[in-house]
Each structure stands twice: as C-alpha cells, then as structure tokens.
C-alpha cells in the first residue's frame, strides 16, 4: 500500500487551515482575558459549534465507529451517554455556574468556599482528567498517520501530531479556538456525514447492514458447511431485495448473535474471562477425577452431562476433558454472565452521563456566552448539532463489519478504531478515484477531530497552569506578560506529557479510555459541582474530600485495569508493563472487581457524594457565614444584578 | 402607605431563596427522571425481555433502533422543554422581585437586611432538607433498581 495523494491532500489542507486560523488570530487577542475566555463576546451560533467542536473528539469520531464494529450493541451506549450527558449538564449545573460568573472551575471551587486552599486541591483534576483524555486523542493522532503513511510507526504520528497543536494553543490561545472550533465542527459533521450516504446508496442502507446480522439466509448459507468465503459474496436479503455485500468473519470477530446482544462483548468480557478459568479448573478436576470414570464406563453409555451445574461429580462424569471443562464454563455463565453485564452497562452510564458535566475543557466554554439566557440557547443547539452527529459513527462500525472485516485481525493503530478512515476507500473498486477522496474527507474530519479537543484541553490545562499554579500560587505578584509567557512555557510542558502519554496507549480502544476519563470526571467534579449548587451546608472540607476519595479511587481503579489491558499486549507495550501480568490473574478470579474496577463510577460517584455529606455535617461549623448570598447569585436571575452587589460588598475586604 | 413587608418578594429574604431554588430543582428533576427513567429502564428491558427487544424493525433490532436512533430526538424534547420553562421561570421571577425593587422603600429595606443575610444561615438548613431528600430520589433510583 502506498501513500493516497487525495487522503495526503485533504490531512494537509486541514492541518494547513488549522494552524493558520489559529496564528491569524492569535494577533487580534491580546490581553490574558482575550485568551481564558475569549472576552464574553461569542455569539450563540458560534458559541454552540465550537462546544460542539471541541466535544466531538477523536472518540466520537473514529472511536465510536470503531468499537460498535468490535463490540456491537454495547458500543452504542457511548454515544447516547455523550448526549445524555450534556442534557444532564444543561439541567443540574450549567445555568447556576454560568451567573456565579467563575472563568474555570477551579475559580468556581475558590468563590464558593472563600478558600484558596480548596482551589489547589481543585486544580490537580483538572490536569489529572486533562491527561486521561488527550491519551485517547493521541491514539487517534497516531492511528490517522499510521493510516495515511502506511508503514509509518504509531509514535512518530502521536510526536508530529502533538508538536504541531500544542506549537498551535502556544501562540493562539483561546480566541483562535473558538473560531477554529466552530469551523471544526462543521468539518466533522460533513466528514462523518457525506461518506455514509454514499456508501449506504451504494451498499445498503442501515437497517439492511444491520439486518443481515443474525440474518437467516445468511446463517443458512454458513451452516451449508462451506469454506469461510475469501472474496465478496452476494446474497439476497430476505426483507429486502436489495443485494448487499458481506465477507466472512475471521475467527476474532464476535459472532453475529453475540455482536447484537445487548450485553455483549464489551460487557461481559470480564465474565467470559472469568468462566474460562473456572472451565480450566474443571478441565483439571476432570484430569484427576473423571479420567478414570470415563475409561471404566462402558462404550455408548451416554453419562448424564447435560444437567447444568458445577459440582465436582458432574464434572467428573463427563465423557471427555473438553466437555468437563464446556460444561462448567456454561454453568457459570448462565447464572454470572448477565448480571454482571447489566452491572456494567449501568456503570458505564452513570460515568458519561455524570462525567459530561465534569469535563473541564466543556465547562470553561459556557463562560463565553454574554448572558445567562443566551447560555441556555447555545446548550439547546449544542445537543441539536452534537445529536444529530452521533448518529453517524455507528453506521461506519456496521458497515465496516460487514465490508471490511480483515481490521478484526488488526493490532493498535490497525484495529478497529481506523474503520472511519479506511471503509470509504472501498468505494474505489466501483467508482475510483471517488473511495479516495471521501477517505481524504474522513482523514480531514478526524484531524479536525483530535486536533480541536486536543487544543482544547490544552487551553484548559495550560489555563490551570498558568493562571491558577503559577499566577495564584507560585508567582501571585506577577504581572499579565508574565503569565502569558508562563502559558506559552505551560503549553509546551504539558504537550510534551500528553504525547508521551500517547505513546503508551496504542493497544488500547480510543473510546473506552474516554469512557474512563468520563468515570473519574464523574467521581471528581460532578460531586462537587452538583452538591456546591444544590446544597448550601456542604462544606470546604466536606468538598475536597469526596471530591479526592472519589476522583483518586476512580482514577487507580482505571489506571489498574489500563495497565492490566497492557500487560496482554503482544507488541512493545506488552513487555513495558508485564509488570501487572499477574493482575490478569486476579480479574479472572474476581470477575466482578475487575467490571468495578474498570468502570468506577458505580460505586466512586456515591462514595464522593456521601463522603461530601458526612464530613460536611461533621464540619458544620465552617459553613461559609454568606453562603446563603452565594446561593442567590448561583439561582437568582442574572437581570436583578445580585452579582454585581455582591462583588461591591466584597470590594473592601 | 402600602408597603409590602419583606416577605416573599423580597429578593434578599430566605424565603424567595427558598422558592427559587425550590422551583428550580423542582423542574430540573422532572426533567431528568423523563431521561433518566428511559435510559436506566432500556437496560432492564434488554435483561428482562430479550425476545422482544430482538425484534426485527426495519432491519434493526428494536433496542438497537430504540438507543442508536430514536434516543437522540428524544433528548432534545426534553432538552427544549426544560429551556422554554426555566426561560419562563426565570421571567416570572424577575417580574416578582421587579415589584419590590421599584418600590424604593423596600429597596432600603433589603438594604438593612443584608447584614442579617450575612449572619449564620440558620433558617437555610431548612432549605436543603427539600433539596437533599428529592435529589435523593434520584440517587434512589439510579442505584436501587
């Protein structure tokens, strides 16, 4: 395979396009504020496609398709979560947080409670869920250039990729983005969107790619006991007389039942990890027990195998070691696999959906409305422009699945989660050069995708950096020019993190690390973000510890299960943490620790929120004396300017 | 002379607080039950009736259409009802706190109070026993099921 001059032509464009906006426009803000919060003055049009820009991440984008293809059914609780989310945000936080009138959230931790301490301790999330989200953007960087120069080694996209944005937020800042943002989405809605109406016109639409999985015809012609099909076949869709292509499976790929079940791959990979073991096991029982019983029993006896439990005498009365081990593995999948399941998918829901309101990068954009109303409009859009969007990733893992099903044999950057690039080239056996240029359009799209939420969380970052570690903390005397040089230096620093970062994490799936840094967002910020405008006896102390339990338990649970998933790799990565090898062990004993451990939420998001109200009832004495003044600048209408009356009686202070 | 005493319209007082905040969660939590049922009770549906969620709809498989396509127009019913009201809310507020700002009686009277408003917030406990105990319902449902 050689390198596609159009997919070359559309990235470069892109790149090209991008960091353009970004210098033009880094002469026109001048001022510190120009670059926290782009002065106040974006409209709402503007304002909603640049929070929908720097939303739809490389998740969203090549993430999403890529695990509905792996993962099926499971994959799509993401994207509705991701919308969810931000209704949850829309209802509980966004409107109160927007009056308080704090730049980031951190400011939001300090005005609450009057405690500069409590903002330190609020600006180690911000970084923590900041790195945590750009290593998925990074996968994502790695695998387009991987994808676009094949041959190419996945580190050398994540270093080029992450030099050129972070060089990008060194010299725009905030103001550059929100232009670039804006015009980002809406060259990731015509990437994601253009290329599936045409492949849907020319393959098939989506109810029909999904049909024919689990199809009977397709099923019949599998069970004619013919070799796997190497080429395209054709076949007629029994509802619908269209004829849609589909290759077969590799063995790696899920079968189609399991793809469609509602608890599949993805949520009962701990379970199934699990019963392998206890099939092991049972394989081993059979050895020392069975064995003999099988070579006594007279020939065409049949034994009584087929009741469904574990005890050791059923085991020892199969008929061979296989079936000792089968039967086990079935019986403990039939009593385990679903609940476990439905633990999961639950867990995964209360992370995103919690876990939207809490992105630090997400929040700063709602200060860049003029007024509150004016916030809320710009939300209602933003679910309009971020819904419809969703709709789309999946259509590509479906489609993929029944096209392209080779990708189940890749590894990392040539897995999966490259299935938005690659399927519109397809359309080059019927109408090239057609496949190449909706390749370079998607390639464009995914650019635009981690190049925004990259610089994004970087302003976000570099923001906390700056104004919070070096501005209040380290340097508080230091004049503005100072600290837009410090954002410059922060800048850099925390590019050159996120791209080692990245570096790591090409075995793992680019959507489930967003789906963790979503749990630890969830178990941090959106306790303390919901409880501080909800509830007036919440302390500074009752805050910062749910806050740290919550957000530090869900961010060693994830990290464990990252470094577990790691240790399983069979390239580099494998042998870098072979460290956590034996953890692997221990998930497949405790099948139901490791779906806690990998997605949090479940138990972190009540650890905090409790952990807020008992320490705050224990500390009641230190209820800030005008918190019920905080309160009515958080809910009372902008138009009867409590704020500004506030901020005049604290002047003298 | 006709004054109002301070007492709900008077924009510093514990009880507009409390009814502000009040009607405000009050239609935030509706909201998100509509959403929250919908969403906590498809994963049930699939646990508790796989055949019918497997039906086949236009290809798709009915809980596949419902969460891949027919959520999202969903969401922004919900979405666009809760802007309009708390649009309308916030409105019929200001209209009422407008009444005792105009008056510049009171405006002096919201005045004195203000060193009150700042003692200990005392009768505000009472607040967040509303509060607390409706969010609660939430975190009921999110868990208990």
């Given at each position: 395979m050689q390198i596609d001059p159009y997919i070359l032509a559309f990235s470069f464009v892109t790149v090209a396009v991008t960091v353009w906006m970004g210098f033009r426009s880094a002469k026109t803000s001048k001022t510190a504020s120009d670059f926290f919060v782009a002065g106040r003055s974006v409209g709402v049009g503007m304002n909603a496609s640049a929070i929908s820009g720097e939303y739809l991440s490389a998740a969203s984008f090549m993430g999403i398709a890529g695990m509905v293809m792996s993962?099926?059914?499971?994959?799509?609780w993401y994207p509705v979560c991701y919308a969810c989310g931000y209704l949850f945000l829309l209802l509980f936080i966004a409107g109160p947080l927007r009056r308080f009138g704090a730049y980031t959230i951190p400011d939001f931790a300090e005005g609450r409670f009057d405690s500069p301490v409590f903002r330190k301790i609020a600006v180690v999330f911000v970084l923590f869920i900041g790195f945590f989200y750009t290593m998925p953007q990074m996968k994502g960087a790695g695998t387009t250039l991987a994808y676009i120069f094949p041959g190419l080694p996945y580190w050398v996209g994540v270093v080029l990729v992450g030099a050129v944005i972070t060089l990008n937020v060194a010299l725009g800042g905030m103001k550059g983005i929100t232009l670039v943002q804006a015009f980002q989405y809406w060259a990731k809605m015509f990437a994601i969107s253009v290329p599936i109406f045409v492949l849907m016109a020319v393959y098939g639409h989506y109810g029909n790619q999904v049909g024919v999985n689990g199809d009977a015809a397709w099923d019949e012609y599998k069970s004619e006991a013919k070799p796997a099909p190497p080429g395209t076949l054709n076949f007629v869709h029994d509802t619908n007389p269209a004829i849609l292509n589909r290759k077969g499976l590799p063995p790696k790929a899920p079968a189609d039942a399991t793809w469609l079940n509602p608890f599949g791959p993805l949520t009962t990979k701990a379970a199934k990890t699990a019963a392998a073991a206890i099939g092991k096991q049972a394989e081993k029982t059979w050895d020392r027990e069975g064995a003999a019983l099988a070579a006594q029993r007279a020939p065409g006896v049949p034994p009584g195998?087929?009741?469904i439990t574990t005890s050791s005498a059923s085991i020892a009365n199969a008929p061979t070691r296989q079936d000792a081990g089968g039967t086990a593995e079935r019986a403990w999948l039939a009593k385990h696999e679903k609940p476990l399941a439905l633990l999961y998918t639950y867990s995964l829901i209360i992370a995103i959906v919690c876990g939207t309101a809490g992105l630090p990068h997400i929040l700063v954009r709602f200060y860049t409305n003029p007024d509150g109303a004016a916030a809320k409009r710009t939300t209602m859009w933003v679910m309009i422009l971020i819904g419809v969007f969703y709709v789309f990733p999946p259509v590509f893992g479906v489609i993929g699945r029944n096209l392209l099903p080779d990708l189940y044999n890749g590894l990392g950057a040539k897995g999966t989660d490259k299935i938005v690039l690659e399927l519109p080239r397809l359309l080059n056996e019927k109408y090239a050069p057609l496949g190449s240029i909706l390749s370079g359009i998607t390639c464009a799209g995914a650019f635009a995708a981690f190049m925004s939420t990259f610089s994004g969380l970087l302003v976000s970052m570099t923001g906390a950096l700056a104004?919070?570690?070096?501005?209040?903390?380290?340097?508080?005397?230091?004049t503005p020019e100072q600290r837009m040089r410090m954002f410059k230096i922060g800048a850099v620093l925390i590019g050159g993190v996120a791209i080692v970062l990245g570096s790591f994490v090409e075995p793992l799936e680019i959507n489930f690390m967003v789906g963790q840094a979503f749990a630890i967002a969830a178990a941090s910020y959106f306790p303390l973000l919901f409880m501080a405008v909800w509830w007036r006896k919440l302390t500074m102390r009752g805050a910062a510890v749910g806050m740290l339990a919550g957000g530090v338990c869900a961010l060693v649970a994830a990290a464990l299960t990252n470094f577990s998933n790691l240790a399983l790799d069979k390239g580099p990565m494998g042998k870098v943490f072979a460290v956590f090898a034996p953890l692997n062990d221990f998930w497949a004993a405790h099948p139901l620790l490791r779906i806690l451990c990998e997605q949090p939420a479940i138990w972190a998001v009540p650890l905090a929120i409790i952990l807020m109200i008992v320490v705050s009832k224990l500390t009641?004495?230190?209820?800030?004396?005008d918190s019920r003044m905080k309160m009515l600048v958080l809910h009372a209408p902008e138009q009867l300017g409590l704020k500004q009356e506030y901020i005049q009686e604290h002047q003298p202070h | 002379m006709k004054h109002p005493a301070p007492g709900p319209t008077d924009i510093h007082s514990e009880s507009f607080l409390r009814s502000l905040m009040a009607r405000q969660l009050k239609l935030s939590i509706a909201c998100a039950l509509t959403f929250l049922v919908a969403l906590l009770a498809l994963p049930l549906a699939n646990y508790y009736a796989p055949e019918l969620m497997a039906t086949r709809v236009f290809g798709f498989t009915l809980t596949w259409l419902v969460l891949g396509v027919l959520f999202f127009p969903f969401v922004w019913v919900i979405a666009f009802v809760f802007i309009r009201r708390s649009i309308a809310l916030e409105n019929s507020e200001v209209e009422e706190a407008k009444i005792q700002i105009s008056n510049p009686k009171s405006q002096t009277n919201s005045k004195t109070q203000n060193p009150n408003s700042k003692g200990p917030g005392v009768p505000g406990a009472l607040l967040l026993g509303f509060g607390f105990w409706n969010l609660f319902g939430i975190w009921i449902l999110v868990f208990g099921i």
């Open positions: 993962s099926g059914y499971d994959a799509l195998q087929d009741s104004h919070d570690v070096y501005g209040r903390i380290l340097r508080p005397k230091s009641a004495k230190t209820i800030p004396s | -």
